[in-house]
């Protein structure tokens, strides 16, 4: 079984920064893709990045391009999603997933975890 636990959220003014870290057990981490979603109060969940299980790969959602980055530490079993100028409309609970191939599609993804909430106030 699957275990993935995500860590970093927290409350931060328009403009900062946040790190959130997602660390898996029970699997070969390092055999599978990632990808971090969220979801807003009010709305479904979306794709906000995701990365291939060497890391030589990432897809961003058009809305965070050029302000987040995903990145992974096989060693680790941890990937991490750096979010920087963060935005009020960035607010939502992020979730990690892992699956076995790299998708903007959260129906791809069988392993989540439990979310971490991210408040931007203006």
């Known amino acids: 079984q699957v275990q993935l636990v995500e860590s970093g959220g927290g409350l931060v003014q328009a403009g900062g920064s946040l790190r959130l870290s997602c660390t898996a057990s029970g699997r070969t981490f390092s055999s599978y893709a990632m990808a971090w979603f969220r979801q807003a109060p009010g709305k479904e969940r979306e794709f906000v990045a995701g990365i291939s299980w060497s890391g030589g790969t990432t897809y961003y959602a058009d809305s965070v391009k050029g302000r987040f980055t995903i990145s992974r530490d096989n060693a680790k079993n941890t990937v991490y999603l750096q979010m920087n100028s963060l935005k009020p409309e960035d607010t939502a609970v992020y979730y990690c997933?892992?699956?076995?191939?790299?998708?903007?599609?959260?129906?791809?993804?069988?392993?989540w975890g439990q979310g971490t909430q991210v408040t931007v106030s203006s």
């Open positions: 997933a892992l699956d076995f191939i790299l998708s903007e599609s959260q129906k791809q993804y069988h392993y």
